[in-house]
């Protein structure tokens, strides 16, 4: 499965954020998904997972209550929504694929594909 990121951008603080997530060469229904991101010269962060039927989420706590995961399989297209942004999530955001599993995971080892990411922006 091929992965694309998008819809990263400059926000201010406070301001919201909608990336997608687009899937090509398998259909995403297979796939459980993750989102994770990372500042240069610093490990990945994981930050959003949902399992391939959308019943079961995972955030980190530095977003929760902050940031949405979602899912529409139709369209091969996973989602992260996020809202009240902080200069702290400043950071390049990439998606990545496993095979659908009972448990959704936060560890980047486990992910198999990645798409390249996009960079979102938030100044203070």
């Known amino acids: 499965v091929q992965l694309q990121a998008s819809g990263g951008g400059l926000v201010q603080a406070g301001g919201s954020l909608r990336l997608s997530c687009a899937a090509s060469?398998?259909?995403?229904?297979?796939?459980?998904m993750g989102w994770f991101r990372q500042v240069p010269g610093e490990e990945r962060e994981f930050v959003a997972a949902?399992?391939?039927?959308?019943?079961?989420?995972l955030y980190s706590d530095s977003v929760k209550g902050r940031f949405a995961v979602s899912r529409d399989n139709a369209k091969n297209t996973v989602y992260l929504q996020m809202d009240n942004l902080k200069p702290e999530d400043t950071a390049v955001y990439s998606c990545?694929?496993?095979?659908?599993?009972?448990?959704?995971?936060?560890?980047?080892?486990?992910?198999?594909?990645w798409g390249q990411g996009t960079q979102v922006t938030v100044s203070s």
């Open positions: 949902i399992n391939w039927s959308g019943g079961k989420l």
């Open positions: 060469g398998r259909t995403l229904s297979t796939y459980d």
């Open positions: 990545a694929a496993r095979a659908r599993s009972i448990v959704v995971v936060s560890a980047p080892h486990e992910y198999a594909y």
